[in-house]
Structure formats: C-alpha cells, structure tokens
C-alpha cells in the first residue's frame, strides 16, 4: 500500500492525499505554520496548501494583492523561514500546494515597481506589455495615458487643496507626485516643466559650472526618447539615459547645495497654496503631460482603460498569454518547484486569463508535460454551472472544489418541501421575483454601475469592426452597447473558450443561446444586431476577409470572454445571491440558489464523472470564498427539513421585533429580505456559549457587507449610514438583554433542534468529502466546528494548541455516544476527520485510484440513506451516511441508531464477499447474503465506513 500516488508514470510530483488551507499574513508566519506542522500530520493531512506567499501589498490579510512575483511575502518570514518551514514539512511526511495569481497585481500605493515604470514611461514602459492597458481609447486625451483613479473627490479640489504634492527623492534623482500613500513618478522627458522659472543668479552665477550641469542635465531629460515611441530601440535608450540623467542629477546636488536649495524652491512653488487656486496652475500643467491621469475613484466606472480585477481599481490585470510576462511572474515559484520545495499549485481566477487551456499548457511543458500529460498537480479555481463542465483540454488535475461543496451542500437540502419554503419566504419579504429574473437585473445592475468602462471598451472595439463593412456600419454605437449588455445578462456560464485554436460546440451552444434569448428579450426596433454580434463571437462573420479583419474578431471574442466572467461574479454572487434569501445556504460560491436539492443519483453521477474525469479534484467544503462555513450551511439545510417549526417561530420572531424596526426614507430598516437574512443566519450561527457584544460586532459587520452587496437600501458606491446605522441597533436589540428579551428565548428554544441535526448533517459532509473520488481539502480550523461567515470573519485565528489538545484526547475514546452528546459535537467532527484521513493514510491507491459504485438501498426508509462502495485490487470501503435526519426523527433531538431504520437495508454489491471492518465502532456488522441491516450497521454512530477487515 502506498502512502502517495505520483501525477504521471515517472513523475517526481505526488497527487496529495488529503490538503489543509492554511491563510498567511504577517499574524500567521512561515514560522506559526512550521509548529503546526506535527498536529497536521496526526491529523492525515498529507499537504499544506498555503494562500499566496508572495510579495503582497503590505498588511495584506489574504495575499491575493501581490506586488512582486519575484520575492516571498516579507511579512510572512524571510527566505530562510520559508526553508525551514519546508524541511519540517517533509520531516512530518507532508508537502506544500501553494496559490498563485497570475491574473493580476496589486497596483497604486508605491511598492510595484512594474506599475510605477509604466506611470512613468506609459507606452514606452519596460512593463507596459505586462499589463493589459487600452492604449487607444475614444477620448483623444486619453490616448496614451492610464486612468489612476485614486482620488477621494473630483480632480480639482483635490488639486486646489493642496492634496497632490510634488515630491523629489534626492538619492535616486527623481521626482514624483504623492496622494497620501500614492505614489506616481514624473516623466524624466517632463522634468524640466518644475523649473518654470529659471535659477536665480544669486543662487549661483550665470558662469557656474554647477549651474551648467544642471541646465545640461535638464535639456538632457527633455530630449528623451518620447512616450509614443514604442520601438525596442527607443525604449532601451529612454531606460538607459532617463536612469543615467537621474544619477548625475543625484550626485549634482551632492556637490551642490545651491542646486538642491533651486529644486526644493522650485518643488515648492509648484506645490501651491490653498489660499490662491491660480497658484495650482503649473502643478496641473505638469500633471496633464504625464502618461496618467489622476482622477476621483468614482470615475473609474465609466472610464478606466486598464483591465481589472473584478471591479477593484487597484488590482490590475496582467496579459498573462505573453509568454515573456508568464516567465517573469513565474520565474521564482517554479525555483521553488524545481528544488522540491513546492509539490503543486493552485491558480486562481483562471477565467480572467485570456487564454486559460493555453496557460495551462505552458505551465506543464515548464516540468516535462503537455500532449495529454500533467506531471505538476494543479488545480484551477473554476465556477462551474450546474450543467457545465470542466474543459477535458485543459492539464490540470481539476477545480479547487467550490463544485463540489455546492453539489453537496444541495443534496443536504430537502427538495420535496421546496413549495412551502417559498411560500414562507415570498409571504415574509414580499419578494416574487424569481432568482433567473433577479440575477439578470443584477448583472444589468453591475454593467450599467462598477463594470460599465469594460463593456464600453467592448462597445468600442465591435463599433469599429462593424464599420469595417458597409452592410454593419449603420449600427449605432448605443445599439451594439446594448446588445453586448443584453447578451452577457443572459449567459448561462461564466465564459465560454473561444481561441485561436477555434470554438468549441458547447461554447457554440452556447452563445446561440445567449443571444437568442437576448434578442427575443430585446424591446428595441433593430433586433439584427444581436445576428452581428453572436456571426463575431463565433466567427462566422470573419469568413472571406481580410487577416486583419478576422484577427480584430477573434479579439474581441477572447476580450469578451474576459468580461463576461466578472459580471457573472459581482453580478450573481457579489448581488443576487445577497436579493434572493430563500434558503442561504445554496447560495454559496458555485452555488445555485434556485436549485432546491438534487437528488442521492445525480450525486452519484457526479461522483462517478468525477472519478472517471478528474479523480484528483479537490473537494472542498469551506474555503477563503465560501459565504457561509460549512457547518453554518449544515445546520440552515436542517430548515427545509422542518418548514413548519420554521415558519411558527418565523411568524413569532417578526411579530416580537416589529417595534425594533425604524423608518429609514420612508423604508423598513431592515428591509423584509434583510430580516429574513438575518434570522437565517442565527439559525445557522448562534450558541448560548458565544459572547454577545462578539456575536453583536460578527453580525453587525456581516450584515453591513450584505447589505452593500445587495445594492438596494445601501451599496459600496453609495453607503447609506443611516441604513446601516438602524440595521445595527436592530442586531444589538436582538441579541441584547437576555434575561428579558422574548426574541431570543424563543430563538434559544429553536436553533438547539436546528443545531443538533446540523451536527450530523456536517458528520456526513465530512465522511463524503473525505471518502469520495477527489482529494478532501479542509479549510484552517473546519476539522473542528467553526460557525464563520463570509471573509473577514471566516479568517479568524484558528486556535490549534486546542486541536491538538483534543485530537490526542481522541485516542482514549471508547464511548461514541459521548461524542454527539457534547456541547457543539467539536470532538465528533474531529473523531469522523481523524479516523477516515487515517483511513485514507493506510491505503492511499483505493481513494487515489479506486473505482466507485453506488450501491443500492431498500426499505422504508431508503430515502434517507446514501451509500456507496470503493474498490480497488481486491480492497474495498463501504460508506452509508443518513440523509434529512431531522425529517427521518419527526424533528425529535434523538440520533438515527438501531431500530429507527426498521426493514432498511443496503446492497453491498462486490463488497458482500470482503469481511468489513466499521471504522468507527471497530465492530464487523452482520451480512445477510449481499445485503446488510442498517439497524445492525448504524446502531452507536449514525454514519459508517467499512473497510476490507
């Protein structure tokens, strides 16, 4: 039996067995991680899979906000922490998955030396292809300059208030403006726009030497190479003489205090004075010549020319298919891979690369791969739809599982009371919109707000294809505008694939059938327009013309493709999952909230697919993204189980705490869907044993961040404080008070049914995703119950002295029954964790390698019963789990053992004819021919895992 299974024949890569998410920052070090390291391996953790390590934007408390590709993240440790962290990794028999970013870097501030070169140099800039920037927009003052959108109100009363000052770094030579922690440099060529008036002769005389020097120097920077000269020539020669003339002039004023004393009169001067708006005339002169053009943040939305993140203005996109840009931002980690340090990688954001099969490629060819093979374990962070998936084409191993913790979550979830749970939630909040509705306004929502200048430099790019022929050039700019805003709110998927190696026929599929639904939504008079638009994505409008004609087609296939994948994420996850509360926890990351549980066969089926696709996919079931923790969502699923206590104590909440609510514009604050969010959210959070001003601060804080998201009764762009103010009086009235507070007795007499069901629904997660085809990923601190919203809060400390304290308590444990009957059920989740990572430890070829069969059930109550078998040369596990044990108990706190079961049986399949060992009990349950009595095998724990005695 082997512990580790490689990637490929030959490979020196391992496909970990089981992964553990660690996030760094400068409150978790390489160092805190090193001794965590032994408890990780008693665990059967095989690989830490750490958050980006790389150079982030200082405090950064996630990593995705790198600066530098080419250094390790200082605040986590130096490079010799980050060693020995690794050499006690390998000592414990574990590994390191690390998370990359080569969608985009953490820009503005003054610590990304590539951002600062192309401020200074714009187009001429040794980094200007490493960043995808329109150089050409509509706006003829534009042209060749970036948007800096960093200012906190318009541009000139920043300026007139004195806020942009003019700074001079006398070590290196060089000037720059500065916004607070902002820093952008002057053009060299622009230099001598700061010395408008010339050098007083009683400073230094007209026959000086030092003066000459300095006038030279200053008609040297003038006759730079200019910013539209892009040649390779030109650009070489800017670097080289703008970075000599800064070093003359740095050692200049060594010699000469008089031409510092010229320079700081001079920086001075143009600085201005509040008091005399005339005197910021120069400074906005100076400002108007540079590659930039600072501007108030809000002016980010119509007109920013460089591609984004999301919507976040200060992380700019990187154009990751140039391959001179993929060595240099890859150059340090695959060091670290090629010396054994790193084992694998997990990318993220994959859908913002412009060609992410190729990408992919790339990175495995790097260790020996392509054609088919991946030596290197990767897995993308991919959002799948419900019937999508993911590409066969592309090398990695699979997704970073928010498919997987969708799917399951789903399963748990009652489908059969699916009626009356909206009939409860659109009589509370008076919503009838359904979510289809509601995620297609969303996403109008967020192309007409936050992402409006991405769909405007895709109106810009298809308006001048269509004038390239006369039978499209009557299409007006506003309509093609339109048109593309109608058809990415009708996509069904995140992107489609469209590449220079062609289109694929699902991707095909799919555009047909977003532009069809486009147009027959479509109130306008030209309707032909969407024809235009879908002949361009498929490029069938390309066909007999020019090379240059079908190369503009192409681009703004694979452009669109970039712009879809946003919108579908502010709009759908970042809005309508924060409009539609039906039931919370389906809306989660990968998520489909309208999908109100599938069925025990369409989870088989996923599982066999993935075991016969991608049998190395991670299955995650918390993660930095997930909105709501695992055992939050396991305990909310409990609530489609049991509708009528929900809407008694639903009915009675909303009457209690009428008089708690105020009027805010004439409004309810909270509005209904924020209530009926809230209240969810206790139901899926709240312990007698939590602190209440703690609990009071979580959920004030969460429900501010809800609310923005939502964009209705406040929004980021828009904060409304006396919104936020009553919603937060509303939490503290809730919570406040105990010993006279209605409310929240009732609440304590509903969320203990609630959270003892949960328990079991979270022991049955964690025996899935551990025993399923894929490889389980726990997220920091979930081995344990940990009730944690969405980020910040799910990065609280983990406290792993604790954990560690109680796995070794689990080896002493005889009593199972003391293992549900404790307070929040800790010890259970870490007894199921440990047992079946160890499990998996002992025989990692069954889970790596082996087959999955579902195995059938019979009886009364087959229903709520999931079973499986894996199998592998001869050695089999056997997993039965119970599913909707609330409805199965009649809503009655009592474990589903013995009896309850009655007649119920499962089929064993080829598994009858191994002797079977339960993990748990370490008992051998009785087969009776092929079939084996759930009364028998589940009665001291109410889940178990067989394996070959």
Not at 677 to 686: D, F, R, S, V
Request: net charge negative.
């Amino acid at each position: 039996m082997t512990a580790l299974v490689p990637t490929e024949a030959g490979s020196k890569f391992n496909i970990p067995r089981a992964t553990y998410r660690l996030q760094f920052n400068k409150d978790f070090t390489f160092n805190d991680a090193a001794r965590i390291a032994p408890y990780l391996a008693r665990l059967g953790i095989s690989h830490v899979y750490a958050s980006p390590i790389l150079k982030a934007r200082p405090g950064s408390m996630h990593g995705y906000d790198v600066v530098d590709h080419s250094q390790l993240n200082p605040e986590l440790g130096t490079r010799e922490d980050f060693d020995r962290l690794v050499q006690i990794l390998h000592e414990h028999g574990l590994g390191l998955i690390v998370d990359i970013v080569p969608n985009h870097l953490g820009v503005m501030g003054d610590d990304n030396e590539r951002w600062l070169d192309v401020l200074e140099n714009g187009p001429a800039a040794r980094y200007a292809c490493h960043f995808d920037i329109d150089w050409r927009p509509e706006r003829r003052s534009m042209r060749d300059r970036i948007l800096v959108p960093v200012l906190g109100d318009s541009y000139g009363k920043v300026l007139e208030r004195g806020e942009l000052q003019i700074e001079f770094d006398a070590v290196n030579g060089s000037f720059s403006v500065r916004y607070f922690n902002h820093r952008m440099p002057i053009d060299p060529r622009e230099y001598a726009r700061i010395f408008a008036e010339p050098m007083p002769e009683e400073l230094l005389p007209m026959d000086d030497a030092h003066r000459a020097d300095f006038e030279s120097l200053l008609n040297s920077f003038s006759n730079l190479p200019p910013r539209d000269d892009i040649s390779a020539e030109a650009v070489a020669v800017r670097y080289r003489d703008k970075e000599a003339h800064k070093r003359r002039l740095a050692r200049l004023i060594e010699r000469s205090p008089e031409v510092m004393r010229h320079i700081n009169d001079s920086v001075a001067r143009l600085n201005g004075n509040p008091e005399q708006p005339e005197s910021f005339d120069a400074l906005d002169a100076l400002l108007e010549a540079q590659a930039y053009r600072l501007s108030f943040w809000r002016v980010a939305v119509d007109e920013i020319n460089y591609r984004r993140f999301f919507d976040v203005n200060d992380l700019a996109a990187l154009r990751m298919n140039e391959r001179s840009v993929f060595e240099g931002t890859h150059q340090l980690i695959f060091e670290l891979i090629d010396a054994g340090s790193i084992d694998g990688l997990r990318i993220d954001h994959s859908d913002g690369l412009y060609d992410p099969e190729e990408y992919f490629q790339w990175l495995q060819e790097r260790f020996g791969g392509g054609q088919g093979r991946r030596p290197l374990y990767v897995v993308t962070e991919k959002i799948l739809a419900a019937h999508e998936r993911l590409p066969e084409s592309w090398l990695v191993h699979g997704t970073t599982g928010y498919d997987y913790a969708a799917l399951q979550t789903t399963w748990l979830v009652c489908g059969d009371e699916e009626s009356r749970m909206t009939r409860r939630y659109r009589h509370f909040t008076e919503n009838e919109a359904s979510f289809e509705t509601l995620m297609y306004e969303s996403k109008r929502l967020v192309m007409r707000s936050s992402l409006a200048a991405e769909v405007e430099v895709l109106a810009t790019q298809l308006d001048r294809i269509a004038h390239l022929d006369r039978h499209t050039a009557d299409f007006t700019r506003a309509a093609l505008r339109e048109a593309i805003r109608e058809v990415i709110a009708c996509f069904p998927v995140y992107r489609t694939y469209i590449s220079p190696r062609g289109i694929g026929e699902e991707d095909r599929r799919i555009i047909h059938w977003a532009t069809g639904l486009a147009r027959r939504r479509s109130t306008g008079a030209e309707v032909s327009v969407f024809d235009f638009l879908r002949d361009v994505l498929l490029g069938t409008a390309a066909e007999g013309r020019s090379p240059s004609h079908r190369q503009a087609m192409l681009e703004f296939a694979m452009k669109f493709q970039q712009v879809t994948a946003p919108v579908t994420a502010k709009g759908v996850e970042d809005t309508a999952f924060y409009r539609y509360n039906r039931l919370i926890c389906l809306n989660e990351v990968g998520g489909d909230p309208n999908r109100f549980g599938v069925s025990s066969t369409a989870l088989h089926q996923a599982n066999l697919e993935r075991a016969k696709l991608w049998p190395h996919s991670m299955l995650a079931t918390s993660t930095h993204d997930t909105k709501r923790s695992e055992d939050v969502r396991a305990r909310i699923a409990v609530l489609s189980e049991l509708p009528e206590l929900w809407k008694q104590h639903l009915s009675r909440w909303s009457q209690l705490n009428r008089n708690k609510r105020r009027q805010v514009e004439d409004a309810a604050a909270p509005n209904r869907e924020d209530e009926y969010l809230l209240y969810q959210t206790l139901a899926g959070l709240w312990s007698p044993e939590l602190a209440t001003e703690q609990l009071i601060e979580r959920l004030q804080a969460y429900m501010v961040k809800a609310g923005r998201e939502a964009k209705r009764s406040t929004s980021w762009i828009d904060p409304n404080a006396d919104y936020e103010t009553a919603v937060g009086e509303f939490i503290a009235q809730l919570l406040n008070n105990p010993e006279r507070n209605a409310f929240l007795r009732d609440l304590s007499a509903f969320v203990p049914t609630v959270a003892f069901f949960g328990r079991i629904n979270s022991l049955v997660t964690t025996a899935l995703k551990i025993t399923s085809p894929g490889v389980p990923d726990f997220y920091q601190g979930t081995e344990l119950p940990a009730f944690t919203l969405v980020d910040p809060d799910n990065r609280a400390p983990v406290n792993f002295a604790a954990a560690a304290v109680q796995l070794e308590a689990l080896a002493d444990v005889n009593d199972l029954g003391t293992l549900l009957t404790d307070g929040n059920g800790a010890s259970a989740k870490l007894f199921v964790t440990a047992k079946l990572l160890r499990l998996r430890a002992d025989d990692a070829s069954l889970f790596a390698l082996g087959g999955y069969q579902p195995l059938q059930v019979e009886g009364e109550k087959k229903d709520h019963v999931f079973a499986f078998a894996r199998s592998h040369e001869g050695r089999q596990c056997v997993v039965i789990v119970p599913r909707w044990p609330a409805r199965l108990m009649g809503g009655v706190s009592e474990l589903p053992l013995g009896d309850v079961w009655g007649d119920t049986r499962v089929q064993l399949g080829e598994a009858a004819a191994t002797e079977l060992r339960d993990v748990f009990t370490d008992e051998r349950p009785r087969v009776q021919g092929e079939e084996m009595r759930l009364a028998d095998v589940l009665s001291r724990f109410p889940l178990a895992v067989l394996r070959s005695a």
